[in-house]
């Protein structure tokens, strides 16, 4: 039973243009989420991260929104670049010391972006 | 990369063999975390530690075990390695700053059973 899902396998985008990648939930539990972008034959990076007292986050070009009501979050990046070509996970955690960097991972998305 | 290094980076074994991975930090975290990732499921948690001899399972803890006799060294340890263990394998640590948290990533390693 996937807890979060990331429904696209895959998006293309021209330079310059914005994307957006998508993620939903399951579990009312989760209150922290992050992105994550993963280059081949490299770790996963942080990217960028909400919790579920807000329901939008910037950093730069990377902005997250949070709809709790619809348990859905998105990841926008404007202006894409094609340094952005990677496989982008969302992740989402509960609350609670107990959950603390437990945290429960998307199939992810990989995102081109073409000169 | 938050001082983490895995070894080995990748890894050829056949089934029903030990395998032990080794996951190195030198900045003295103290959680530290172990997660597979396979094509279609993201990445999934196997153990975490919350210190040295304090460690438990994940979601798919099945077939490893850890320890953690140091703070700088978490192991990871398929005791019979079988096909299905074929994977990518990430070890992780949490820094927290504040309300806010992160997980850095190792590098990988990869293992193939054949």
């Known amino acids: 039973d996937q807890q979060v899902k990331q429904n696209s396998p895959s998006l293309s985008v021209q330079e310059g243009r914005i994307s957006i990648l998508n993620c939903d939930y399951t579990?009312?539990?989760?209150?922290?989420f992050l992105w994550y972008k993963k280059y081949p034959a490299e770790g996963p990076t942080f990217l960028i991260s909400?919790?579920?007292?807000?329901d939008k986050n910037e950093d730069g070009r990377f902005t997250v929104f949070l709809n709790k009501s619809a348990k859905h979050l998105s990841l926008h990046i404007v202006p894409s670049q094609p340094g952005d070509s990677a496989v982008y996970f969302c992740?989402?955690?509960?609350?609670?010391?107990?959950?603390?960097?437990?945290?429960?991972f998307g199939q992810g998305t990989i995102l081109t972006v073409h000169p | 990369d938050a001082g983490i290094t895995q070894s080995p980076r990748h890894k050829v074994t056949e089934t029903g063999t030990p395998v032990t991975l080794r996951c190195h930090q030198t900045?003295?975290?103290?959680?530290m975390y172990w997660y597979r990732q396979d094509p279609g499921h993201g990445l999934r948690l196997i153990h975490y530690?919350?210190?040295?001899?304090?460690?438990d399972k994940g979601e798919v803890s099945d077939g490893y075990s850890v320890s953690r006799s140091k703070t700088e060294d978490f192991l990871l340890t398929l005791e019979s390695a079988t096909s299905s263990q074929t994977s990518v394998y990430f070890c992780?640590?949490?820094?927290?700053?504040?309300?806010?948290?992160?997980?850095?990533f190792g590098s990988g390693t990869q293992l193939s059973v054949l």
């Open positions: 530690s919350y210190g040295v001899k304090d460690t």
């Open positions: 900045e003295n975290h103290r959680y």
């Open positions: 992780a640590i949490s820094l927290r700053t504040g309300t806010n948290e992160k997980l850095f």
């Open positions: 579990n009312s539990m989760f209150d922290y």
């Open positions: 992740a989402a955690e509960g609350a609670g010391g107990t959950s603390y960097g437990k945290l429960t």
């Open positions: 909400i919790s579920s007292i807000k």
